[in-house]
């Protein structure tokens, strides 16, 4: 299988970008394209649209596959709530898995992390919308904190915005019974975590990251404390450490895929082998 095509590639002057002008949410090239994927997203996912796509797709039958194949089907797959860059995702992958190498070369599970964090983004070639795939995520159940992008303008429409059980700083939820006990908004995160739990694939301190590496309204702003446990505190360093590489190494940089193809095949073959369900 070939490689991403690098035409595709929409090539904003990343390389001298600082580090406070990513996650731009208020201007730029791709703002009007955010914006709308946000809208639906919050106006859609409720418990209920959670619930419902916790019971479609933790089935595991939608297919079969290798995760090598999986991270290669990404350049089908333009991310239309990233605001920093408008390439294939599979660039990305390998983005990100790099910049791990180069930190932390002897925890080859943490660059596997990198390489496949994003992976449950197939859903979206399997007919799933953006809104309820790619972007941030957080809570449902409980009020809506501030530090959720577009917070103040796109949860006008969400029906749980005004249920009284939901709209409040616990909702359904008790005192620090931890993030495994929290619905989250549905998407890539939860998708893959479950994805690999069900195939047995072990990774150590990475299927958390994983699952929580797009809860930007907690491991970058402080929101949703409350509702963590000692192993969710114990994580976050984790988390955090991720995020620098998820975020900073969207450049114009593209990493050449078929050349980095075997060592990343032998990382999968140790820790996710064979073909997994999905």
């Known amino acids: ?18 580090k406070e002008e990513y996650r731009n949410y208020e201007n730029g090239n791709l703002i009007d394209r955010v914006f709308k994927t946000y809208k639906l997203m919050h106006t859609n996912q409720t418990l209920k649209f959670v619930q419902q796509k916790h019971a479609e797709w933790t089935t ?32 990305h992958a390998f983005q990100t898995a ?3 190498r180069k930190v932390h070369p002897d925890k080859d599970w943490f660059q596997l992390v990198g390489l496949i964090h994003d992976v449950g ?6 007919d799933e919308p953006q809104w309820a795939v790619v972007g941030d995520t957080f809570p449902v159940g409980c009020k809506f904190q501030r530090n959720i992008v577009f917070r103040d303008t796109s949860f006008k429409d969400n029906p749980d915005e005004m249920n009284q059980e939901y ?6 939820y008790e005192p620090n019974c931890g ?18 739990k069900f195939n047995n694939c072990s ?37 955090k450490e ?19 193809k075997a060592y990343y095949q032998s990382l999968i073959n140790k820790y996710c082998p064979g073909i997994l369900k999905w």
């Open 242 to 260: 991720f995020n620098k590489f998820d975020l900073y190494t969207k450049t114009t940089a593209l990493p050449d895929v078929e050349m980095l």
């Open 167 to 172: 709209n409040t700083e616990y909702g359904i």
């Open 60 to 91: 595991f039958t939608h297919s079969e596959m290798g995760m090598m194949e999986a991270i290669m089907s990404l350049d089908q797959l333009v991310d239309e709530s990233d605001p920093d860059v408008d390439f294939p995702n599979s660039y």
């Open 179 to 196: 993030l495994d006990k929290v619905f989250m908004s549905w998407g890539h995160d939860d998708y893959l975590y479950r994805v690999l």
């Open 98 to 100: 790099e910049g791990i």
């Open 1 to 18: 299988m070939q490689g991403p095509d690098p035409s595709l590639v929409y090539r904003p002057n990343l390389e001298e970008k600082k």
């Open 121 to 126: 983004k197939i859903m979206a070639l399997w």
């Open 203 to 239: 990774i150590p301190e990475g299927l958390y990251m994983i699952r929580f590496h797009s809860f930007y309204p907690w491991h970058s702003h402080g929101d949703y404390f409350h509702l963590c446990n000692e192993k969710d505190l114990e994580m976050l360093p984790w988390v």
